[in-house]
Every structure is written in structure tokens, then in C-alpha cells.
């Protein structure tokens, strides 16, 4: 292992996209490919070397198709997780895996091509059929293996091409990006020979002819027309017809559509989060008050959501439903003539005020309302965990606990006469828990007592006191929760809490 990383340390930097130093999960990748011998390479992206090695972009790897199980275990020993693009953006030999750097708390997308595609997702894009010399002409380069100046600026200007659109000539202006691929462009003509590019193009893409492949190069300048630019993008399009793959009419227009529709420069309703291919996951935090779970609960959600789709939610404060609200409104109005009624001597069973041995119908149904309201939110939670999101829960019902999130009807009927009304209430509110399953990943903050207090100030001592002792006291063994000491720094705790969800997914 050791030659290999101080091979990784003497690296060329004269490259001028050479800036900063690599993420650790990067480096290991680049050392773990390089070790198996992988037959592989960074087909794009040299030039933004800053964005992938830092994190902030994607790693476009093309893989030969017979190291696909060897490639995919190095990514699974790696921490690496795929991840599902919606739909429409899903493109056959085209896979996403993200693994997390803990270190710099980052995440690393590797675009992962088992077939060289070009072309944007809402275009038609083209298979070249050339992986095997393409991949035969890797060499090493900075981190990772790239191809021959010739295949690279093939491959570059084919893609860039492909990007003219008649919305470009339409607008009149020259598209922003021509500007900011001239330093890569530029670059790239002075790594190749003339008639190596021209014995290249003729070996192994005929169909793009030395003239017309300078005719591309050309369109590519400052100085072309949009017109003549859209004009040399049919051309290719003529050209590679038999390697186009055209998406379903529906999508194309779909696509279209959020193209022209965009707000702040993102396309409008179009979301670029991914599922996890391996099915999502409900992760729920329970713990008292002051052991940070609401805390931890935006943080977690904040971090998985710039990459993949995630909701949150607060399985103990589920939003009310209009029955609950119903009987919020029928408790305070009994509540104002119940009062009158023990003055004047008389008892009833629906006031607020409970007569010994007969507690209120209406808190009773308020109990199992609030369980029915939990149980809808779960059902949604479930739902979109199954779609391959994540969901976040703050606090769920668990039988550990009695004073949060639980059951509270049987409590209320101790030392009472069950009737027919409140025996159906009692078995209404089981049905209710009893289908809230337990999520993927359950995990407990734990806090001593003291330490709560202390931290929740907005609240009465007792009572804080008394939530958090449930939890410092309670038995998690033998069970499948995760427990946290929450009495850490934030710091540490997010971390931890981090790395295992992560390694839950």
C-alpha cells in the first residue's frame, strides 16, 4: 500500500487544473483501482479537477464491461451506495454511486459508464461505440487513468457540438458556455498531433471525416454563428443517426419543458436528488427532552438532501387532521358547559373534568385521534421510503416509552369499568400502533437527567426531568436500537450519527 500512496504524493501538478489536494475517499479509490489493476478511466472532467477531487463535482468513469463485478466491489468495500436518477434522466450503461468522505464530511459522486454516451439527458443522446481502443489508450494522468489527447478531445468536442440547440440561435446570444470551454479547448489542441488525430478519427469513427471534425473545432470559436453552429450539430446528428438513442416523445417534451421553464438559473420542478438503488429507509431519532433530537433531525436532513431525495418528519407532532381538530373544538365547548354542570351537581361522562372511575369519552377520542394521525404521517413516511427516499423522523412510538408518542388510552381506563364506547376506543388505538412498524434504523439520544434540565430551559424541570429519566433508564438490549451518548459536543455527535446512518442505507 505504501508505494502506491507516495506515487500518489509526487503526482504532476504542472497541469494547470491541478490546485487542490484530493478528498481521502478519492485517493483511496484511485489506490484501490490501481491495486486490482482495473481496466478503466477518467473519460471527461480533467480540467475541473478542483470540483470532483474536492467533492463539489462528479467523477465520469468509464469501466470495461468485464471488470463490472470487480469495479462494483471495490465501490461496496469503499462505503459506496448507488443511487437511482428520476426517470427520465435514467440512461442505459450510465450508474451513480455516492460514497461519504467523514473526514471532510463530504459526499463523492462517481458517474460510472460501462458505454461511452454522450449527450445531455433531455437530448437524443449517441452510444460511440469505440470503449475498447478508447480504453487500450489510457495512461496515467495526475490521480486517475485517461485517455489518449486524441480520443479526449474527440470525445470533448463531439460533446460540446451536441450541446448547440435552436433555442441558442433563437436567443441570438452566444450560449455562456462557448466562452468557458475555450482555456480546456485550447489546452487540448496543444496536447495532440494533427495526423494522429486524423489517423484516429479515420480508424476508429470514419464517419467523422479530418474536415468535418475541424469544421466542429471551429464552431466551438468565439466567432462562429449560432446558425452555423446549429447547422454543424445536424450534421453530426446525420452522422452518428445510427448510434442516436431517442427517448420517448413524452419525455422529450417533459424535458423540453423544464428547460424553458427555470427559475434562479435551476430547471423549474425538476429535481436532480437520486434514490438510493437499494431502497430507501426510515431513519427515526427518540430521545428526551435536550438530548438534541430536533437538532440532529435538520442536520441529518440538510446533509442527505443535497444529494438525495428526503423528507422529514415529526412523527410525535403529526399534523392534525379536521377530525382531530373536530374534537379539539368539541373538548373546549363540553369543557365550558361541563364546568356549569358540577356546579349545579350534575356529572357527565363527556366532560373534561373525569368523575372517579369514568375518564372522558372526548379525551379518549382525542387519544385515538392523535394515533390515527401518526399512523397517516407513517403510512406517508412509508410510502416515500419505498419510492427509494429517505425519511428522517423525529421522535416514534416505541414500547420502552410510555410518556411520548405512545398509548395512552389503557393508562387512562386503569381502575374504570370498560365499556362497550371505551372498549372500542382502547382496541381503535392498538389497531392504530400496532401498524407502526419499526423503521430501518432506529436510534436513541441519550442524556442524563441533570444534563437535560440544563439544556432545555424553556421547560419546567419535572417535566423535563421526568422524560429524559424514561430514557436514561430504560433497557435497550436485546433490541435492534442504536444508542448515542448525546452529552458529546454537537460535533461529535452529528459525525457519529452520520456514519451510522450511512452505513445503514
Not at 344 to 368: F, H, I, M, N, Q
Request: glycine share 6%.
Amino acid at each position: 500500500m505504501q508505494p502506491q500512496a507516495d506515487e500518489l504524493q509526487n503526482e504532476d501538478k504542472s497541469s494547470p487544473q491541478f490546485k487542490v489536494s484530493a478528498l481521502p475517499l478519492v485517493r483511496e479509490l484511485c489506490q484501490a483501482l490501481k491495486l486490482q489493476g482495473i481496466v478503466y478511466c477518467q473519460w471527461k472532467g480533467h480540467w475541473k479537477h478542483d470540483r470532483w477531487a474536492s467533492g463539489e463535482g462528479d467523477l465520469d468513469i468509464l469501466v470495461s464491461r468485464v471488470e463490472v463485478q470487480r469495479f462494483t466491489s471495490i465501490l461496496c468495500q469503499l462505503g459506496f451506495k448507488q443511487a437511482l436518477p428520476p426517470p427520465e434522466r435514467q440512461t442505459p450503461g450510465i450508474l451513480s454511486y455516492y460514497g461519504f468522505d467523514t473526514s471532510a464530511n463530504k459526499f463523492v459522486h462517481v458517474h460510472v459508464y460501462y458505454q461511452l454516451v454522450v449527450g445531455q439527458y433531455w437530448t437524443i443522446n449517441y452510444r460511440l461505440p469505440i470503449e475498447k481502443p478508447f480504453l487500450e489508450s489510457a495512461v496515467q494522468r495526475n490521480m486517475f487513468q485517461a485517455p489518449a489527447p486524441e480520443f479526449e478531445l474527440m470525445v470533448f468536442a463531439l460533446r460540446m457540438v451536441q450541446r448547440y440547440s435552436i433555442l441558442n440561435s433563437l436567443c441570438g446570444r452566444q450560449p455562456v458556455w462557448t466562452a468557458v470551454v475555450q482555456k480546456e479547448l485550447d489546452y487540448l489542441e496543444k496536447q495532440v498531433e494533427p495526423a494522429k488525430m486524423h489517423c484516429t478519427l479515420k480508424q476508429h469513427l470514419p464517419n467523422i471525416d479530418a474536415i468535418f471534425f475541424h469544421t466542429c473545432l471551429e464552431s466551438l470559436r468565439p466567432g462562429c454563428s449560432n446558425w452555423k453552429r446549429l447547422r454543424v450539430r445536424n450534421q453530426l446528428h446525420t452522422r452518428l443517426k445510427a448510434h442516436a438513442r431517442r427517448r420517448p416523445a413524452f419525455q422529450i417534451l417533459l424535458a423540453l419543458g423544464r428547460r424553458v421553464i427555470t427559475t434562479r438559473g435551476r430547471v423549474f420542478l425538476e429535481s436532480s436528488r437520486k434514490h438510493l438503488a437499494s431502497g430507501g429507509a426510515i431513519i427515526a431519532l427518540a430521545g428526551g427532552d435536550g438530548a438534541g433530537k430536533s437538532t440532529s433531525v435538520d442536520e441529518l436532513y440538510v446533509w442527505l438532501s443535497k444529494e438525495f431525495e428526503t423528507m422529514k418528519v415529526h412523527i410525535g407532532k403529526p399534523t392534525r387532521s379536521l377530525l382531530t381538530l373536530g374534537v379539539a373544538v368539541a373538548r373546549r365547548i363540553v369543557g365550558l358547559f361541563g364546568s356549569s354542570s358540577h356546579k349545579e351537581g350534575g356529572v357527565s361522562s363527556l366532560t373534561e373534568t373525569d368523575s372517579p372511575g369514568a375518564p372522558s369519552y372526548l379525551r379518549l377520542l382525542r387519544s385515538v385521534c392523535i394515533a390515527r394521525d401518526r399512523y397517516r404521517l407513517y403510512v406517508k413516511a412509508r410510502r416515500f421510503a419505498m419510492g427509494g427516499g429517505v425519511v428522517i423522523c423525529d421522535r416514534y412510538p416505541l414500547s420502552q416509552i410510555q410518556l411520548m408518542d405512545g398509548p395512552t388510552v389503557k393508562q387512562s381506563l386503569q381502575g374504570a369499568t370498560i365499556n362497550r364506547v371505551s372498549g372500542f376506543l382502547l382496541r381503535a388505538e392498538a389497531w392504530y400502533y400496532q401498524q407502526i412498524l419499526p423503521p430501518e434504523l432506529l436510534v436513541v439520544l441519550k442524556v442524563d437527567p441533570e444534563t437535560a434540565v440544563r439544556r432545555k430551559t424553556n421547560e419546567e424541570a419535572a417535566y423535563v426531568r421526568a422524560r429524559s429519566r424514561e430514557i436514561w433508564e430504560a433497557n435497550w438490549q436485546g433490541t435492534r436500537v442504536r444508542v448515542i451518548d448525546a452529552s458529546r459536543p454537537k460535533a461529535d455527535v452529528l459525525s457519529e450519527l452520520q456514519s451510522l446512518v450511512w452505513s445503514e442505507l
